[in-house]
């Protein structure tokens, strides 16, 4: 395992500690507000102050770790699970549906992503789990095309053309043949993605598009502390962090997967 991995998954296992362990370790009510105690500043009893309702900005932090984190990975792999299936369709099955599903594809990718999770998140409402639909049927068709290249390149090889020769088809021939080969570069570009997933989540709650006051969810708090940033800028600081240290884990892990399949490959060579 090399160190880029083992930073991803240090990061991440750390987030996803907090973030089971919130209700045990939170040293206040998240969502109990005491306008007697509002914009203190970090202290022994508030390590990260408090904001604007009196609200403990740690205890907040904690908990939002499990709708930010939930959120993000539910968007990515309901996207990934949407596009395999698509890209696994327009690559192996028959011409007249591979041409069907190929233009399918290329009409939903005309539109801008974010532009289109816009659009669905306001036809299902604002909340958190539209939100994560909406990208999750924003992201769909990079993953279709993506896996469709996969699995293109993966039936060319001669070792799965002689198993099609041999007889082998169906399931076995995608379980023994094609996903061995589409399984590790489907694995870099998952990390990626639910790290730019996070990032959309978080972005787009910041519009008030996605979780609803008092949810205590990173983006949604960042959009709260914008009119203090001067006062107390630890309302913002704390969420921005932890977004961007979960961003950096997905993508630390990324990298490492990648550089680990790069030695692999060569080696097999």
């Known amino acids: 395992m090399n160190s880029l991995i083992t930073a991803g998954l240090l990061i991440l296992g750390m987030l996803g500690l907090a973030a089971v362990l919130a209700p045990f370790i939170m040293p206040h009510d998240p969502l109990g507000a005491n ?19 009196g609200r403990c900005v740690f205890s907040r932090l904690l908990l939002g770790a499990r709708y930010t984190l ?32 190929n233009i399918f594809m290329d009409v939903v990718l005309a539109f801008p992503g974010l532009v289109l999770a816009l659009a669905l998140t306001g036809v299902m409402g604002p909340s958190l789990f539209s939100l994560a639909l909406a990208l999750a049927g924003a992201g769909w068709a990079w993953w279709g095309r993506f896996v469709r290249g996969l699995a293109v390149t993966a039936r060319e ?16 021939l995608l379980r023994y043949y094609l996903l061995p080969q589409v399984l590790p570069s489907t694995l870099v570009a998952a990390s990626f993605k639910t790290g730019w997933m996070i990032l959309g989540i978080s972005g787009l ?46 993508n630390f892990l990324a990298e490492g997967l990648r550089d680990a399949l790069e030695v692999r490959q060569a080696g097999e060579l």
């Open 205 to 250: 709650s910041y519009l008030g598009l996605g979780a609803q006051p008092p949810i205590p969810e990173w983006g949604a708090m960042l959009q709260e502390s914008r009119l203090y940033l001067t006062r107390a800028p630890w309302l913002m600081l704390a969420p921005g962090t932890m977004v961007t240290l979960a961003v950096l884990g997905f």
């Open 35 to 53: 306008l007697l105690n509002r914009l203190k500043p970090p202290s022994f009893s508030y390590p990260l102050g408090t904001d604007h309702l």
């Open 157 to 172: 090889k001669p070792y799965v053309k002689g198993g099609i020769v041999c007889g082998v088809r169906g399931g076995r």
């Open 70 to 101: 939930c959120a993000g990975l539910l968007a990515s792999m309901g996207a990934l699970f949407l596009g395999a299936l698509a890209g696994l369709t327009a690559g192996l099955a028959k011409p007249g549906l591979r041409g069907v599903m």
